[in-house]
């Protein structure tokens, strides 16, 4: 027996990955539906070997439905979670809408799973952002051994944690280069993003940082612990899938780089690929449609005691939001639901 679930947002990047997702992991579906805004009523999307049509997300019951996958926008999401909510399904949410609130648990399955229990005060679950779903889960096994104490952390983020625009402006930006009659200016990124990077991603706030860098600070917080200190530089690259991240760490013990490459082999959600060689560490593009958050050149920092770094690179529509969603499902489903 298994589960009644709704894919909110099913024609966006997202939406698709977590249908992809949800079908690959063989997620105990019982039945399953998909739903959108008016304008895209009617889209089909695959499930599997199966065609979905798309209903319309305004006027949906959710009563007897189990699971609501949303990735919607903080805007939908603030209508029609708490619809779906109150109708007994519980929301498993993708936007920034829920994070910060002390009655939703913010989860990433392989470093909290136990907050999931919080859930009930609003049956809504809230899924971080991507760039911190990453960082985490790298995080958490180097925490729980030797404490940390602060993490810096820059961040080269593809295109498509912008939506489908941020992927049609690169794409059409890019063939412009080489056809410059054909000119494509800026329009969903601040400044031209072919060829070019940008350390700007969301809107600047009055300290100087961008809301991306405030999400790092605020969400590896809640998540892991609140005494740790974040400071983060986020950076848009001309990467159509795949985040990186260059993460520099103070513990308050001594870590070896060789015990934390241990330490991360055999962390849940992990892949070390680590070689001191030409090509011996993982690229956006090798990490695309995989499950895992990928970690290479793990190496001390002589410039303070009990520092590491070490670079991070996941499939942000995966680990960074769908599959990570549908993880929480998962999760629900074996803790609290428990259906047959």
Known sequence: MGYRVVVAGATGNVGREMLNILSE?????????????????????????????????????????????FAVGSEATKKYAPVAAKAGCVVIDNSSLYRYDPDVPLIVPEVNADAIEGYAKKNIIANPNCSTAQMVVALKPLHDRATIKRVVVSTYQSVSGAGKEGIDELWDQTKAIYNPVDEKPAKKFTKQIAFNVIP??????????????????????????????????????????????????????????????????????????????????????????????????????????????????????????????????????????KKG
């Open 200 to 337: 700007h991603i969301d809107v600047f706030m009055d300290d100087g940082s961008t809301k991306e860098e405030w999400k790092m600070v605020a969400e590896t917080k809640k998540i892991v612990d609140p005494s740790i200190k974040v400071t983060a530089t986020c950076v848009r690259v001309p990467v159509f899938v795949g985040h990186s991240e260059a993460v520099n760490v103070e513990f308050e013990d001594h870590l070896d780089e060789d015990e934390a490459r241990e330490i991360l082999r055999e962390a849940p959600g992990v892949m070390v690929i680590d070689k001191r060689e030409d090509g011996g560490y993982v690229t956006p593009v090798e990490c695309v449609g995989d499950f895992a958050t990928f970690i290479s050149r793990i190496r001390q920092d002589s410039t303070i005691d009990n520092g590491l770094n070490f670079w991070c690179v996941s499939d942000n529509l995966r680990k960074g939001a769908a599959l990570n969603a549908v993880q929480i499902a998962e999760l629900l489903g074996n803790r609290i639901l």
């Open 25 to 69: 992991r063989h997620f105990p579906v019982d039945e399953i539906t998909v739903l959108a805004s008016r304008k895209s009523l009617g889209t089909e999307v695959s499930f599997g070997d199966t065609t979905l049509k798309t209903k319309d997300l305004d006027t949906f019951d959710f009563t007897g439905w189990d699971i609501a996958l």
